[in-house]
């Protein structure tokens, strides 16, 4: 089992920079090395919707068009953490950004749903 909880979210103006964290505490059945992770974001009234993920080596990393060029997805196994720098914020970033883990990426990528592991959420809101 792995429990995750997210950090570093807050407030801040647009152009302005975050650093989201994601500690992740491992259980019996589970370890942080061994999953894929990804951020989602969801805004009030809209759907969940995937940010950034990354293999579980690091390897490989996706983006929503959106972010590209402004948020780098990051893990360091060692601390069992993960990591979103974002830079460059809008008001549209304003969401609640959630961790996940899932043993194959491509459920992090390609579906979205029905992943192993939630963190509770941390607020980022941009103003204008």
């Known amino acids: 089992q792995v429990q995750l909880v997210e950090s570093g979210g807050g407030l801040v103006q647009a152009g302005g920079s975050l650093r989201l964290s994601c500690a992740a505490s491992?259980?019996?059945?589970?370890?942080?090395?061994?999953?894929?992770m990804g951020w989602f974001r969801q805004a009030p009234g809209k759907e969940r919707e995937l940010v950034a993920a990354?293999?579980?080596?690091?390897?490989?990393?996706h983006y929503t068009d959106s972010v590209k060029g402004r948020f780098t997805i990051s893990r360091d196994n060692a601390k069992n953490t993960v990591y979103l720098q974002m830079n460059s914020l809008k008001p549209e970033d304003t969401a609640v950004y959630y961790c996940?883990?899932?043993?194959?990426?491509?459920?992090?990528?390609?579906?979205?749903?029905?992943?192993?592991?939630w963190g509770q959420g941390t607020q980022v809101t941009v103003s204008s």
């Open positions: 996940a883990a899932d043993n194959a990426f491509n459920q992090l990528v390609d579906v979205g749903t029905q992943l192993d592991y």
């Open positions: 990354i293999s579980w080596s690091g390897g490989t990393t």
């Open positions: 491992e259980r019996t059945g589970g370890s942080f090395s061994g999953y894929a």
